[in-house]
């Protein structure tokens, strides 16, 4: 059982370039979600998903893309990066049974934009 | 709206001293729940606490203890004879009841010495 898994663990990016951070769970959560964190500001929701082919804008949804085409996947596509994008990503899934409901967090990944 | 305020952003003390981490939240649901998360060194974000609004009780665990009071929004976190071992940022959260989004406090970054 890894968990919640987040590759890669780092990422140089140059304005303008895409790329997508991977997510995997193998909980059987049906929740998952994306945050940033930022200095000072802790973490802040990207997107979420509530189940396979539903998802949601939190509250910095801006720049960013996703999907959830199975239970395990939440993959997050930045389209076009900016520096305003360095961050450290964190992916999360729970699961509904007696929560809301500790969020098993990835690793993270460390993401810079030059 | 939901807002959590970590308003010590560093707290350093001698090891075995007790310390405190104050966390203020705000919220217009009656059903909600509250977390706390540490995230040493190395990144990862580990999973504390988690309690409800409807229970009021104060946990302890080991050193750790948290104390809920409603009556000020207030969810405080102390540490009981301190070690160098608990320096780590640790954040405080907020999700309402049957939503899977958490909002985050800044943090404190906790530093003990030696």
């Known amino acids: 059982n890894a968990g919640v898994t987040q590759t890669p663990k780092f990422q140089v990016l140059k304005t303008g370039q895409s790329m997508t951070l991977q997510c995997a769970q193998d909980?059987?959560?049906?929740?998952m979600s994306w945050y940033r964190q930022d200095p000072g500001m802790g973490l802040r929701l990207i997107h979420y998903?509530?189940?396979?082919?539903?998802?949601d804008q939190g509250e910095v949804p801006n720049g960013y893309n996703v999907s959830r085409s199975t239970t395990e996947d939440f993959p997050l596509r930045l389209l076009s990066a900016a520096p305003s994008q360095t961050s450290v990503y964190f992916c999360?899934?729970?699961?509904?049974?007696?929560?809301?409901?500790?969020?098993?967090f990835g690793p993270g990944t460390r993401l810079t934009v030059t | 709206a939901q807002k959590v305020t970590q308003a010590q952003t560093e707290i350093s003390v001698v090891e075995k001293e007790d310390v405190t981490l104050d966390c203020v939240y705000e919220?217009?649901?009656?059903?909600?729940?509250l977390f706390w998360y540490k995230q040493p060194p190395s990144g990862e974000l580990v999973f504390l606490i988690r309690?409800?609004?409807?229970?009021?009780q104060n946990e302890i665990s080991g050193r750790y203890s948290w104390n809920f009071q409603k009556s000020t929004s207030s969810f405080n976190f102390t540490i009981t004879a301190s070690q160098v071992v608990d320096s780590a940022v640790y954040f405080c959260?907020?999700?309402?009841?049957?939503?899977?989004?958490?909002?985050f406090g800044q943090g404190t970054r906790l530093t003990i010495n030696p």
């Open positions: 999360a899934s729970s699961t509904p049974t007696g929560g809301p409901y500790e969020q098993y």
């Open positions: 959260a907020l999700g309402a009841s049957g939503a899977q989004k958490l909002v």
């Open positions: 919220t217009r649901d009656t059903t909600y729940y």
């Open positions: 309690r409800n609004s409807f229970d009021e």
């Open positions: 909980m059987n959560h049906e929740y």
């Open positions: 998903s509530v189940g396979a082919g539903i998802t």
